[in-house]
């Protein structure tokens, strides 16, 4: 072996910043769990994390919790690491957006409205301007979409759909029906999930 020892590079960081929530999802916890607020990583020991990880190349960091915006001054730990690197993500049960957004916005997000829920659709990369400009051709968002994606691909996302509308179906021929509208391959089993677009009769997409 040779006296260099190699270091991978490190391009995604999840930070749980704290384990407090305000909601108890069944899946995640129970309501005699008790996760107090006064646990939370303080903001300088964020920033020399994000800091030494951001030599070995660190692109995107994801802020996440429990519940991160129940975190005092969540928008100071956002500036305090968006010059460190490309791209500084957040994943929220939105319950306090409303109140916080404004701070939010102020440290690189761009909103958009979907179903009635106002939500952060993508952060800007590099500092820029976290604003669409509106275009036929190519959009100013693309760059930090296409980042996203591929920091997915890549590694493990999260996906907040609470925007989007539920339907519960039962019948013998669910499966088989919905399959006939759906351009995925649907799953039919019992707890999995799976991304689709749903079309009309002349292929235009209705729903996804
Ligand atoms: S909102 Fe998220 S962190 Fe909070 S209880 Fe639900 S799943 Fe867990």
Redesign the pocket.
Known sequence: MSGKSKINTIEYLRVAITAA?N???LY??EKTEKYLLENYINISVLRNVVKVFAQYGLKTVRIA???PLLVPHLEKYIEAISPLVEEVALTT?GYFLEEKAEKLKKAGACFGVSAGYERPLWFALNNKKPEFKYNYNYQNWYPAVEFETKNARKNVGLFDLTAFSKYDLKGQKTHSELQKICTANIKDEIGKTTYTQMLNEDGGIEAD
Request: glycine share 20%; proline share 0%.
């Open positions: 929530c909601f108890f999802c995640c916890r919790g429990g519940e049960n």
